[in-house]
């Protein structure tokens, strides 16, 4: 599977941007194929790995989100990171049991950790993740229907990849 741009302007390897972006755009389209209302989770274990330099050298605040109300899937879908962190408490009163989340934070330079997800999350309809950048952009990216994967967090964005890309 082709790496996955979490966001606008995310970088894939070090392609010129108009690949970056076609790639992250095929990914997407990817993404949106995977995970249908009615798919369960396929991921048992998130790899993180976190460049050097991230986040202008600060830590992230990262969230998974696990959605178990369909009619929560079109509100996260549109929320960027910083909305995420910003209206959690409200999402959760609004849908307190059509959710859950696990959270993180990674620093710069770590590898690791290696998170089993959650045996309740195959009853999931939907996934996300949301990386507490501190530049603008989306940061958000869906999860659902993929299988073993790195949250690969760069500079300024991240990309989801399958396990097995992240070794090579």
């Not at 992250?24 to 991921?43: N, P």
């Not at 959605?67 to 609004?94: G, H, N």
């Not at 990216?141 to 990849?161: M, P």
Request: charged fraction near 20%; glycine fraction near 8%.
């Amino acid at each position: 599977m082709a790496k996955v741009a979490a966001g606008e302007g995310a970088r894939i390897g070090r392609r010129p941007a108009a690949t970056a972006r076609l790639a992250a755009i095929f990914g997407l389209a990817l993404l949106a194929g995977c995970g249908g209302g009615d798919k369960a989770i396929q991921s048992r274990l998130i790899e993180f790995e976190v460049a050097q330099g991230a986040n202008q050298d600060s830590p992230i605040a990262i969230d998974i989100v696990y959605v178990y109300d369909s009619q929560l899937v079109p509100q996260l879908t549109q929320m960027t990171a910083r909305d995420w962190f910003e209206k959690k408490s409200q999402v959760r009163q609004a849908f307190p049991t059509g959710f859950d989340v696990a959270s993180f934070e990674v620093v710069p330079g770590q590898k690791g950790p290696i998170e089993s997800v959650p045996p309740k999350s195959t009853q999931a309809v939907a996934a996300f993740v949301f990386a507490n950048y501190a530049s603008e952009g989306t940061h958000r990216a869906r999860i659902d229907g993929l299988e073993h994967f790195v949250i690969a967090l760069g500079d300024k964005d991240f990309v989801i990849q399958s396990a097995k890309e992240a070794k090579q």
